[in-house]
T-cell receptor, first 116, second 114 residues
Framework: AQTVTQSQPEMSVQEAETVTLSCTYD???????LFWYKQPPSRQMILVIRQEAYKQQNATENRFSVNFQKAAKSFSLKISDSQLGDTAMYFCAFMKPGGSQGNLIFGKGTKLSVKP | ETGVTQTPRHLVMGMTNKKSLKCEQHLGHNAMYWYKQSAKKPLELMFV???????ENNSVPSRFSPECPNSSHLFLHLHTLQPEDSALYLC?????????????FGPGTRLLVL
């Protein structure tokens, strides 16, 4: 069974600095998808970034980028130039193509606080 | 806003009550999901509907009863709940029938069972 581990329950960063959130996963699959979701205090879960395992290039979305290490089964999220609005819970998630429809496996999340 | 709305946002109910949670998506998606989010636990997938047919039921107790009357609406009917059912219930939707599609989440319903 696939599992997703986020080893940092809480983190904090100063505004404008860079922070990296870690995520590791366990799977025997070779093709799959990985996601980072953000859940601000208002509770609406928002997709931050998505990575297809068959792509070697790391995904980026503006200030958000990932470091995808397939052999190590690691999928960390880097937030550059942190902003107060980045304060949120961040969830790493794994999805295996085929099989059950849309079955996302989530980690327990990392609570990120951006301090002024 | 993700295009997925949920009502009510907050709900308090007794163990003998019957209530329903509503989810609506305005994205033209064909698949919809119910998740349970409890404190310090990963999100748990409860139900999946694809083209209004239930395709996944992750061993959820029968006191939770989903209903999908059309591809834009999803309900979760609740009856004789237990205090341990108190949680944030999230609805999500995705575009197609393949499970490569990104899921878009609603704001959730915060449920408290007394």
């Amino acid at each position: 069974a696939q599992t997703v581990t986020q080893s940092q329950p809480e983190m904090s960063v100063q505004e404008a600095e860079t922070v990296t959130l870690s995520c590791t996963y366990d799977t025997s699959e070779s093709n799959y998808y990985l996601f980072w979701y953000k859940q601000p205090p208002s509770r609406q879960m928002i997709l931050v970034i998505r990575q297809e395992a068959y792509k070697q290039q790391n995904a980026t979305e503006n200030r958000f980028s990932v470091n995808f290490q397939k052999a190590a089964k690691s999928f960390s999220l880097k937030i550059s130039d942190s902003q107060l609005g980045d304060t949120a819970m961040y969830f790493c998630a794994f999805m295996k193509p085929g099989g059950s429809q849309g079955n996302l496996i989530f980690g327990k999340g990392t609570k990120l606080s951006v301090k002024p | 806003e993700t295009g997925v709305t949920q009502t009510p946002r907050h709900l308090v109910m007794g163990m003998t009550n019957k209530k329903s949670l509503k989810c609506e998506q305005h994205l033209g998606h064909n698949a919809m999901y119910w998740y349970k989010q409890s404190a310090k636990k990963p999100l748990e997938l409860m139900f999946v509907y694809s083209l209004e047919e239930r395709v996944e039921n992750n061993s959820v107790p029968s006191r939770f009863s989903p209903e999908c009357p059309n591809s834009s609406h999803l309900f979760l009917h609740l009856h004789t709940l237990q205090p341990e059912d108190s949680a944030l219930y999230l609805c999500a939707s995705s575009l197609g029938q393949t499970n490569q599609e990104t899921q878009y989440f609603g704001p959730g319903t915060r449920l408290l069972v007394l």
